[in-house]
């Protein structure tokens, strides 16, 4: 890393970046970073995954000391990323496909490898949120 602390915004870009290459290295299609809906949702990552759309959200952690990244992704994070996945639904007017909401946790601690674990299928939408989409 560099001879300075990073700020937290530098290393969520990082861990994204790591991310995304991670999941195109393992097969995955990229098709959107950083994607914002109009009805302030937010997904991290679009990607296809096999037969399925994934909506990867990225949470970067610096140390192990304060538990998993996917830790910091509760109730209210998980409401944005599924208005995002929503809108971008949406926006793309695509046939019905399966989807599913994955979360990447990367570990960025000094001296070491950059760590990536991904969660598929982290959460579910609840049974009405895709209702009259």
Same mark, same amino acid.
């Given at each position: 890393?560099?001879? $300075?602390?990073?700020? /937290?915004?530098? @290393? ?11 999941? #195109? +290295?393992?097969? =995955?299609? @990229?098709? $959107? =970073?950083? &994607? *914002?809906?109009?009805? #302030? ?5 679009? !990607? ?5 759309? /994934? &909506?990867?959200?990225?949470?970067? $952690? /610096?140390? *192990? !000391?304060?538990? *998993?990244? !996917? ?6 994070? +998980?409401?944005? %990323? @599924?208005?995002? !996945?929503?809108?971008?639904? #949406?926006?793309?007017?695509? =046939?019905?496909?399966?989807?599913? &909401?994955? %979360?990447?946790?990367?570990?960025? %601690?000094?001296?070491?490898?950059? +760590?990536?674990? @991904?969660?598929?299928?982290?959460? +579910? ?7 009259? $989409?």
């Amino acid at each position: 890393m560099l001879g $300075r602390k990073l700020s /937290t915004a530098e @290393i969520g870009v990082m861990g994204e970046w790591i991310a995304t290459r991670w999941l #195109r +290295q393992s097969g =995955r299609v @990229i098709f $959107r =970073r950083n &994607f *914002r809906g109009v009805s #302030r949702g937010e997904v991290d990552i679009v !990607a296809r995954h096999r037969g399925s759309l /994934t &909506f990867v959200e990225v949470k970067t $952690r /610096t140390s *192990r !000391a304060f538990g *998993r990244p !996917a830790d910091n992704v509760g109730p209210d994070k +998980q409401r944005l %990323i @599924i208005r995002g !996945a929503q809108d971008w639904l #949406r926006e793309v007017e695509v =046939r019905p496909v399966s989807f599913r &909401f994955d %979360i990447a946790e990367i570990t960025l %601690i000094p001296g070491e490898l950059p +760590q990536v674990n @991904i969660m598929e299928n982290a959460f +579910q939408l609840p049974d009405s949120s895709m209702a009259g $989409r």
